[in-house]
């Protein structure tokens, strides 16, 4: 069964989910929810053999448990059900002249029936004030030039679309856009 068609729980009051850091517990039902949420977006965009790569490279168990060492991760949870989660550390776009003091803010994924019930802002907002984001001057994020609910959603933030960043699944080259959220000038205020 393809992650996309996997049934879901009844996710209850999103305004109630709580916002946390994610711990090595986490990570099978984190796994889950990546897996589930990236095939959603984009599993029918690709190869299932692509699809199935790119599941297990960047959203096992074992990559999360990777992940947790070198990233922040938050997850949302409501009742012990995980509806969504970020992931930021440093910039990790190769067409970026990285600078001290920049970060990346490497995913957003809310899971489908949570969607446009305002989670994925609150996760945002989250990751921002993250004592690793929070002091950023700059930070970068790539999303799909066609995911337009995302680029509203980040603009809304202040981050602008500064170019385009290229990156393989499986055997597929793909485009993305590159956003910056620029508060170098608020930083160097502090």
């Known amino acids: 069964m393809s992650y996309a068609a996997s049934p879901r729980r009844y996710v209850g009051d999103v305004d109630a989910a709580t916002i946390r850091p994610a711990t090595s517990s986490d990570v099978p039902a984190l796994s889950k929810l990546a897996k589930r949420t990236w095939s959603e977006a984009f599993g029918d965009s690709i190869s299932s053999e692509d699809e199935a790569i790119e599941l297990e490279e960047t959203r096992s168990e074992t990559y999360f448990l990777g992940a947790l060492r070198e990233k922040t991760v938050l997850v949302a949870e409501n009742g012990g059900v995980l ?46 004030q993250h004592p690793r984001l929070g002091e950023a001057s700059r930070i970068f994020l790539t ?48």
């Open 83 to 128: 509806l969504g989660y970020v992931q930021f550390g440093d910039v990790e776009i190769p067409e970026v002249d990285v600078r001290p003091g920049d970060r990346g803010f490497h995913r957003l994924y809310v899971d489908g029936p949570a969607q446009g019930r305002g989670l994925g802002r609150r996760l945002t907002d989250a990751a921002l």
């Open 143 to 190: 999303v799909w030039g066609q995911n337009d609910r995302a680029r509203r959603l980040y603009a809304s933030f202040g981050f602008q679309e500064v170019g385009t960043t290229t990156f393989t699944i499986g055997s597929e080259v793909v485009e993305d856009l590159v956003m910056l959220l620029d508060r170098s000038d608020a930083v160097r205020a502090k």
